[in-house]
């Protein structure tokens, strides 16, 4: 059984920071890409960072500049860390990784709230 765990959501007043993980446990034979997307209430799930697993990154227009996300491989660990945040960053983020234990299949982490304050 594959779960990923993430940590690091909170409150936080605008122009501050945060950092998110997510860890994937279970047993795993590799992890191709890793990411975080979000969801704001009434709003669509979107991609906000992606890296593979040779650290290739690709961001949304909206984050470029402020969030930086990064991977541990050693770890199964993805991280998102998130500065200058915005009121409109707020949202529950969601991390997601394509795991292959036999074939490759998609996983998802239960989300994390992210409140930022103006």
């Known amino acids: 059984q594959v779960q990923l765990v993430e940590s690091g959501g909170g409150s936080v007043q605008a122009g501050g920071s945060l950092r998110l993980s997510c860890a994937a446990s279970?047993?795993?034979?590799?992890?191709?890409?890793m990411g975080w997307y979000r969801q704001a209430p009434g709003k669509q799930r979107e991609l906000v960072a992606a890296?593979?697993?040779?650290?290739?990154?690709n961001y949304a227009d909206s984050v470029k500049g402020r969030f930086t996300i990064s991977r541990d491989n050693a770890k199964n660990t993805v991280y998102l860390q998130m500065n200058r945040l915005k009121p409109e960053d707020t949202a529950v983020y969601y991390c997601?990784?394509?795991?292959?234990?036999?074939?490759?299949?998609?996983?998802w982490g239960q989300g994390t709230q992210v409140t930022v304050s103006s």
């Open positions: 890296i593979t697993s040779g650290g290739s990154t």
């Open positions: 997601n990784a394509e795991i292959k234990i036999v074939r490759v299949k998609n996983y």
């Open positions: 279970g047993t795993i034979f590799s992890i191709n890409d």
